[in-house]
């Protein structure tokens, strides 16, 4: 999953090794072929299907925003502030929202549920 420029990687999280390997004339195809982010992690996503377990490379432009925001840029909420490691999407919120409203499920049950 790549965040920032429209779900294209990004240019400035290219790995060097790379960079210096694919020619200026090289077709945009080949490019993401070859393409290895310098800075990527794991992330668990949350969603109303099931839990998802993605690789997740950020956007690393001068001036972008923080992880987080890039996050919620894409309709994802982080489970924490610093080094955030799990992200839920707004869709399932809502569902667990609702879901504890009317049916009184705790967070564990609806887990458990997902799963």
């Known amino acids: 999953m790549h ?3 429209g779900g294209r990687p990004c240019p400035a999280n290219i790995a060097l090794a790379t960079q210096a390997e694919v020619a200026d004339d090289v077709e945009e195809e080949i490019l993401m072929e070859a393409w290895e982010p310098r800075d990527k992690r794991t992330l668990v996503i949350v969603d109303v299907s099931r839990i998802h377990q993605l690789m997740v490379s950020w956007c ?7 992880y987080e ?3 919620f840029e894409h309709g994802l909420f982080p489970a924490s502030t610093t080094r955030t490691s799990t992200a839920f999407t707004f869709s399932v919120l809502e569902y667990f929202h609702v879901d504890a409203v009317e049916c009184k499920t705790s967070a564990s049950n609806f887990s458990n549920k997902l799963r």
């Open 60 to 66: 690393c432009c001068k001036g972008c925003p923080d």
């Open 69 to 71: 925001t890039q996050l």
């Open 3 to 5: 965040l920032g420029h």
